[in-house]
């Protein structure tokens, strides 16, 4: 079975679906993880990701960030396997820092989404 990608870009602003499957779910998870900052969810303190890179200089940040992502997100989402990690060269002039994440399904879980 070939290999599924999907590229999240948190750059573009998404509604939460309820009920959301296949890819669109799949995305959404994704994004749940990028989008929430550790500690904040009662249960479950090490969910998200944290917020030690502010006021960091950028390259240290991005390298921070980078590293965190990846074990956030095959911790959480467990079905992918992260491919790249980049961000767009306008957010780290304004020193943001917003993800563009491409991750690849895990061969055991790719029939769950043909």
Known sequence: ??????????A????IQIGATGLAGLAQE?????????GS???????????????R???E???YMVA????QLERYVPRIRVR?????????????????VTVEIREEYRGDFQ
């Open 1 to 10: 079975m070939p290999p599924i990608t999907l590229t999240v870009d948190m």
């Open 12 to 15: 573009q602003r998404q509604s």
């Open 30 to 38: 994704i994004r749940m993880v990028l989008a929430t900052r550790k």
């Open 41 to 55: 969810v009662p249960l479950d303190r090490d969910f998200g990701l944290s917020w030690d890179h502010v006021d």
């Open 57 to 59: 200089p950028m390259g």
């Open 61 to 63: 940040a991005m390298q």
């Open 68 to 71: 965190e992502i990846g074990q």
């Open 84 to 100: 790249d990690i980049s961000f767009s060269s306008n957010d780290t002039v304004d020193g943001q820092l917003i993800p563009r």
